[in-house]
């Protein structure tokens, strides 16, 4: 059995910026709502999925929000012409009778890993469609995620399996954790270690395992500052960067 999961809002936000403007007579702005359903079934054709469900965020701060308020502080406010666009986009859903799931508190990333681990957990494959590298930790050899990309007004995708995702990045999925707390994420304002970008960070995993760190610090040398500093990061960011996951939450 396999199962599909839309991150709603990646989706939906790709398809406002890729799709030209379109409107009803009544005014209403529909380009995301079009874009989101064309590439919704250009997918389900594809993957040919025995079930199909979709998450969104919500307005209510986050768990992460709670613990640091700097976090995404610097987003723009949505497009008022792709915030009138979300309701009539989750209406056409529940007309279609596909499942769509949001939480306060939660992000829609912490439903997709939640909802893939339990996918897992009943031995069927889950397959995650989004535009956020911040899914690829959750790959396994169960849960693949197909990569949304838009250019040009051409929407792609790349499957990114634990092959794929190794031959990209040089080690497993599960380290783009320490990759993100190592990087930052100005998007959403996490900063990382000043002066360590992707592919310095890329470099240290291959070489150390990060998450090995704390056993062996001085693995990656001599220079105490830096040591520092990546501990420092990798003690403060996962929190941010770590999708949850939780299989035995009854509500989520």
């Given amino acids: ?17 890729g799709v030209r403007p379109l409107t009803t007579r009544q005014g209403l702005h529909t380009n995301a ?22 998450t969104f965020d919500r307005r209510e701060p986050t768990f992460r929000h709670k613990a640091d308020a700097a976090y995404k502080a610097k987003r723009k406010p949505m497009d008022e012409e792709l915030a009138m ?30 909802i893939s681990r339990r996918c897992e ?14 899914s690829l930790q959750l ?9 949304v990309s838009t250019r040009m007004g051409q929407t792609t995708t790349k499957d990114m399996t634990p092959q794929t995702f190794r031959e990209t990045y040089g080690f497993d999925p599960i380290h783009m954790i320490d990759l993100k707390a190592l990087m930052g994420d100005s998007s959403d304002n996490i900063p990382g270690v000043p002066g360590i970008g992707e592919k310095t960070a890329m470099d240290l995993i291959q070489k150390y395992g ?43």
């Fill in 1 to 17: 059995m396999k199962l599909m999961v839309l991150d709603g809002n990646s989706l939906i936000n790709r398809a406002y910026h």
């Fill in 33 to 54: 709502i079009f874009g989101f359903l064309t590439t919704m079934q250009r997918l389900v054709d594809e993957e040919k999925p025995d079930a199909l469900c979709v």
């Fill in 85 to 114: 666009q979300l309701q009539p986009m989750k209406d056409v859903l529940d007309a279609m009778s596909i499942p769509r799931y949001e939480l306060a508190g939660y992000e829609a990333d912490d439903l997709i890993g939640t």
């Fill in 121 to 134: 957990a009943a031995d069927w494959e889950c397959v995650i469609v989004t535009g956020d590298k911040d």
């Fill in 139 to 147: 790959i396994t050899d169960h849960t693949k995620v197909k990569l």
């Fill in 210 to 252: 990060i998450l090995n760190i704390n056993d062996n610090p001085l693995g990656i040398g001599n220079n105490a500052n830096l040591v520092l500093r990546l501990l420092g990061a990798i003690h403060h960011n996962p929190g941010f960067v770590c999708i949850g996951t939780y299989p035995n939450a009854g509500n989520l």
